[in-house]
């Protein structure tokens, strides 16, 4: 199967290219908190929530 592609991509010159990517803009924060780690406890409890909204929504068309 062939596909036609069109690329939109603006030509830019080899130093615009690598002023792009070399750029680093980074910042320290000192209040840092770690995100929470996901568990099967997080995944279980995220299954049994669409469950009983699928529930409810099934009572809910036949009423």
Do not use: C, G, Y
Not at 1 to 22: D, G, P, R, V, Y
Not at 33 to 56: C, E, G, H, Y
């Amino acid at each position: 199967m062939k596909k036609e592609t069109n690329f939109n991509f603006a030509n830019i010159s080899k130093i615009q290219s690598t002023e792009l990517t070399t750029i680093v803009k980074e910042t320290i924060t000192l209040d840092f908190i770690p995100a929470k780690n996901f568990t099967v406890v997080d995944l279980w409890n995220i299954q049994r929530r669409s469950k009983t909204t699928m529930n409810s929504r099934k009572l809910a068309a036949f009423q």
